[in-house]
């Protein structure tokens, strides 16, 4: 395979990123569409309707900007980093007691942070298919 001669990087890097930029984000975008069809459902996460509402706008702002992260727009990583830990902070929220939620139940409080996993990787990704590509 050819190289890419402005930085020479393996040809096959920039598809490989991409698809490690299309699977987490799929898998993200797919769980908070489900969450948000979980709340209209009636199925939120709290008896608190109000909680539920900013978790329903955050879950669909996450799936938006990881929808652009995928497109490959450039504000949207910023989107997507403020709205996951924004719905991080509306967990430890609950966690610690603000509104009655049930899956705070038997919860570490460290536990939370596993959600900002696939976004750390999405963005190395990005960011590296963007420097590769100029």
Not at 100 to 106: K, P, S
């Amino acid at each position: 395979m050819m190289d890419n001669l402005a930085t020479g990087s393996p040809a096959w890097l920039s598809p490989l990123l991409r698809i490690v930029i299309l699977v987490p984000a799929g898998l993200l975008v797919f769980y908070h569409l489900t969450m948000i069809y979980d709340v209209l459902a009636g199925r939120g996460l709290s008896s608190d309707n109000g909680y539920n509402a900013i978790h329903l706008v955050l879950r669909l702002a996450i799936a938006t900007s990881l929808t652009c992260v995928v497109l490959g727009v450039r504000g949207a990583i910023w989107t997507m980093w403020a709205s996951i830990a924004a719905l991080i902070a509306t967990q430890y929220y609950a966690h610690f007691g603000f509104v009655q939620a049930d899956f705070v139940a038997g919860r570490h409080p460290l536990s939370y942070l596993k959600g900002f996993i696939f976004p750390s990787i999405i963005t190395t990704a990005f960011f590296l298919r963007e420097r590769l590509t100029g």
